[in-house]
């Protein structure tokens, strides 16, 4: 079974950027598709983007992050990272990777989770 761990996190002025990586434990690593969530206070846990496994030829983007954020993964590193571009106040989150056998959008399908990083977007 795969563990992971989130880094990267910390406080940005609106605009910036932000990297976040994701290390995972494990030899079968690369066998994951791995996704990106944040859950702000009282708010529900939502998807932000994912990567199949293996070559990560498939990704997937919530909408309102694409073309801001890139997700990638580094098998050879066992990391999956989220580049995070035009930072907005409101996506002030505690961002979150999770592993899932196939790549999806539902929080539900994933089963292997972070302890979460924080990521905190003001002036």
């Known amino acids: 079974q795969v563990q992971l761990v989130e880094s990267g996190g910390g406080s940005v002025q609106p605009g910036g950027s932000l990297r976040l990586s994701c290390a995972a434990s494990?030899?079968?690593?690369?066998?994951?598709?791995m996704g990106w969530f944040r859950q702000a206070p009282g708010k529900e846990r939502e998807f932000v983007a994912g990567?199949?496994?293996?070559?990560?030829?498939?990704?997937y983007y919530a909408t309102s992050v694409k073309d801001r954020f890139t997700i990638s993964r580094d098998n050879a590193k066992n990391t999956v990272y989220l580049q995070m571009n035009v930072l907005q106040p409101e996506e002030t989150a505690v961002y979150y990777c999770?592993?899932?056998?196939?790549?999806?959008?539902?929080?539900?399908?994933?089963?292997?989770w972070g302890q979460g990083t924080q990521v905190t977007v003001s002036s």
């Open positions: 990567i199949s496994g293996w070559s990560g030829g498939s990704i």
């Open positions: 494990g030899r079968t690593f690369s066998n994951y598709a």
């Open positions: 999770a592993a899932t056998p196939r790549l999806a959008r539902r929080w539900s399908e994933y089963d292997v």
